[in-house]
């Protein structure tokens, strides 16, 4: 290995970056794949992975094979397989030419595109290396586009305006979005690619402006253009910041004109003071009306954003009303099957209680009938026969009983 550590293009540095072996061979044209296919992978993924990792770093999504052989110059010596990295790259779809990224229309469905990248694609690289060859081009000098840089980036700017909960952006500071945690800025050859590309995969909307551009994240799966409320939205807050400038010069100039007229009126200059003071009373009326502008345009942004919450808790209200007419519907149930069903419990709970009454009276056989008259001709014969014994009448004194002395004397005993 080498003593001295080598530069390297990217930050995190490949482990065998200070192997002079290792890299001699990775810088090294490539061989049949069919040789020793573990190396070739392997050396491919080298490449492909540290390609990324600069596009990221750098924060940008072009580049050519000269301007990766300069980035990944090392000890004099540059890369000599990276045509054949391109190529790979071209054919898996990961990179493609600038000039048909240029091509794209805004308007296409992500199927038109992938059409075109997947199948299109390798027929169009063939045919600019047919091209650049006539036309006497260096092929090393064709820009190509990363398309994973682009994806990862939109996928980083979607994370970044959810932080934010904000949906409305405009040049500025949709370019603030897009600034890597180095502080790196995005070149405007990458912005003007990013857009198209977001475009085309229904990420944002665009709406160019006489001196500006807005761009609107789109909610989901539903395609929401920039309306004439978004861009007066945009106007009004445009217009509120530059009179809260306006307000703070305002105040500075007041500030001024009140210690101006102090100085002269410790110099026993009356009049000059004065007329500093004339002045300060002047841009107070200029400042106070700048003021209540200011507070208008304030009181009006706040309605409209209100107007919209409202609109969105009443959409919430729609959504639930139509999820619960479906659940009704998709369970059969509707106001005239409940009154049915009600009506139908009603009628069984009566018979029911028929039924029940019904069960509880006793039951008579004709043997007890029977049994019943023979017991009712028995009374009638047992009071018949009482009716003919004649008993003696109940005496009215009490008997006098006579108790002789000889059966005291044995009682006695």
């Known amino acids: 290995m080498s003593s001295n550590p080598v530069t390297s293009p990217i930050k995190n540095i490949p482990s065998c970056w200070e192997d002079d072996k290792r890299m001699t061979a990775l810088y090294a044209p490539f061989r049949i794949r069919e040789a020793n296919p573990v190396d070739y992978d392997s050396k491919m993924k080298f490449w492909e992975s540290n390609i990324e990792s600069w596009c990221l770093e750098k924060n940008n999504c072009k580049f050519s094979i000269k301007i990766l052989q300069q980035e990944f110059k090392r000890k004099e010596r540059v890369p000599l397989c990276l045509n054949t990295v391109i190529e790979n790259l071209e054919r898996i779809g990961n990179i493609k030419l600038k000039e048909d990224i240029y091509r794209m229309n805004p308007e296409e469905s992500w ?45 980083e700017i979607v994370l970044r305006k959810e932080q934010q ?81 306006a307000i703070e010069t305002l105040e500075e100039e007041k500030e ?75 369970n059969g149930l509707s106001e005239d099957d409940v009154t ?21 009276e006793p039951i008579s056989t004709p043997l007890e009938s029977e049994l019943e008259e023979e017991l009712k001709s028995i009374l009638e014969s047992v009071k018949e026969v009482e009716k003919d014994i004649v008993l003696p009448e109940v005496p009215a004194h009490e008997p006098k009983v006579v108790i002789k002395e000889k059966e005291v004397a044995q009682l006695a005993l």
């Open 111 to 155: 199927t038109e595109w992938a059409v075109k990248c997947f199948v299109k694609t390798p027929v169009i690289w063939s045919f600019a290396k047919l091209k650049t060859a006539l036309m006497e081009q260096d092929i090393d000098d064709l820009e190509y586009v990363y398309i994973t840089y682009l994806k990862k980036k939109s996928e």
């Open 256 to 330: 001024e004109l009140i210690q101006t007229a102090k100085t002269f009126l410790k110099k026993g200059m009356r009049d000059t003071a004065k007329s500093y003071l004339r002045r300060k009373k002047a841009l107070e009326k200029t400042l106070e009306k700048r003021i209540n502008t200011s507070e208008n345009i304030e009181i009006l942004l706040s309605r409209i954003h209100e107007v919209s919450s409202d609109s969105k808790v009443l959409e919430t209200y729609k959504i639930g009303l139509n999820a619960l007419k479906a659940t009704f519907k998709e």
């Open 165 to 245: 909960n904000k949906s409305l952006y405009n040049t500025a500071e949709f370019q603030k979005l897009l600034t890597t945690c180095e502080g790196i800025d995005i070149n405007p050859e990458t912005f003007e690619i990013l857009i198209l590309w977001m475009q085309i995969n229904k990420i944002i909307q665009v709406h160019k402006l006489e001196n500006d551009t807005l761009f609107k994240f789109i909610d989901g799966k539903k395609n929401i253009s920039i309306t004439d409320v978004d861009v007066s939205i945009y106007m009004l807050e445009k217009n509120k910041l530059s009179i809260e400038k």
């Open 340 to 360: 049915n069903t009600i009506s139908e419990i009603q009628e069984i709970n009566e018979m029911h209680e028929e039924i029940q009454t019904a069960l509880s």
